[in-house]
Structures are given as structure tokens and as C-alpha cells.
């Protein structure tokens, strides 16, 4: 139904080594969480091969996108420049392999997250921050990922505003109240 074979070979074009070794090490690990869950394992690792298909886009194609599918202009404001490809690779992966709507979700939340989301696009999301070299966070999320997502995603929200926060920045608005949202959950 997919054609994996087109869109490894369009990623491994679009993206550097380091980056197209990342997206495969994030579908792996989709996968893995996928079949824990009992959720589709063949969208979750999908939607892990082109989260970042975007990535790399330079200006000139971040504005042909936003222009062509009339996505904010404020999306090229250097504070949306970890965003943007979230948003654009959502309308990509439409366009080019007619992606179902669930895995451009996935896509488009995988940075900032959103109250509205999915168990697919939480894993993606978890999957993003643990599919990478242990280290204390990527440890304690690994572990947390298999007992409860949502209190992985706790988690790596909360390390996130903590490293935000030491840099003198603010969380993007959609994760505040998503952290929000999912802490109250277990209140
Ligand atoms: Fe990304
Ligand atoms: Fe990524």
C-alpha cells in the first residue's frame, strides 16, 4: 500500500547521512512502540521515515510550500525555524506519496506537540526524542515510553521547558498546554 522503496530513496536524497540514519532509527523505534500499544505498526513507522523530510529545506523552499498550501507566513520567523518543518513536511508527504491524514499528523505535531493529540502522533513524538545515544533523559523516556506514554511525554516536556527556561527562553505555546493538559490528567 505504501511505497517504502520511493520514499527511502527521496530521503536519502533530501536529508544528509546523519539525519536519514536519525529518520530510520525514529521508524525502528515508532515500530517497536507501535506493536506495544497494538496500533498500526506499518503507519507508525512511516510517519518515524518522514518526520523529518522537511528538515533541510532551505528558504526559498519553506516559502514555495507555506505559499502553495497558504500556511502563516509567521512560520518563517526565525523563532518557528525548529517548527517549520513540522508543518511543511505534513503538506509534503500529502502531496508526494498521499500520506493518510493520521501520519501527516504525526508529522506535524512531532515538535511541539498539541492537546489534540493521537497515540500514533505521541509516539512519534517519544520516538524523536529516544531513538538517540543513552543518556539520562533518553534512558529515563525510554522507560517511561513502555509503561505510559503520556507520562513520557510528561517528562520530556518538562526537560525541555528546564532547558528553555536555563537559555532564557519560552516553551512554544502548544507545548505549555499540552504539559498542562497531560499533568492535569493526573491529578
Ligand atoms: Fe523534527
Ligand atoms: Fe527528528
Avoid at 90 to 100: G, R
Avoid at 162 to 172: A, C, I, P, Q, S
Wanted: glycine letters at 2%; hydrophobic letters at 40%.
Amino acid at each position: 500500500m505504501y511505497d517504502i522503496t520511493k520514499i527511502n530513496n527521496d530521503l536519502k536524497n533530501a536529508l544528509s547521512s546523519r539525519r536519514y540514519e536519525h529518520s530510520i532509527n525514529v521508524a525502528n523505534c515508532a515500530k517497536k512502540l507501535a506493536k506495544h500499544y497494538n496500533i498500526d505498526e506499518e503507519k507508525a513507522y512511516i510517519a518515524g521515515m518522514v518526520h523529518d523530510i522537511a528538515k533541510e529545506f532551505n528558504i526559498d523552499e519553506n516559502k514555495k510550500w507555506i505559499e502553495k498550501y497558504n500556511l502563516s507566513n509567521e512560520l518563517l520567523e526565525p523563532e518557528f525555524e525548529k517548527i517549520v518543518h513540522a508543518n511543511i513536511g505534513a503538506v509534503v508527504i500529502k502531496e508526494l506519496y498521499n500520506l493518510d491524514d493520521d501520519i501527516c499528523n504525526a508529522v506535524l505535531y512531532h515538535t511541539v506537540g498539541n492537546i489534540s493529540m493521537s497515540l500514533l502522533d505521541k509516539i512519534i513524538y517519544v520516538a524523536d526524542k529516544i531513538a538517540r545515544d543513552p543518556n539520562p533523559t533518553v534512558d529515563t523516556a525510554t522507560k517511561l515510553a513502555y509503561e505510559d506514554i503520556d507520562k513520557a511525554m510528561i517528562f520530556l516536556l518538562k526537560t525541555q521547558q528546564e532547558k528553555l527556561l536555563k537559555n532564557g527562553k519560552n516553551m512554544d505555546n502548544n507545548s505549555i498546554e499540552l504539559l498542562n493538559y497531560l499533568k492535569n490528567k493526573y491529578n
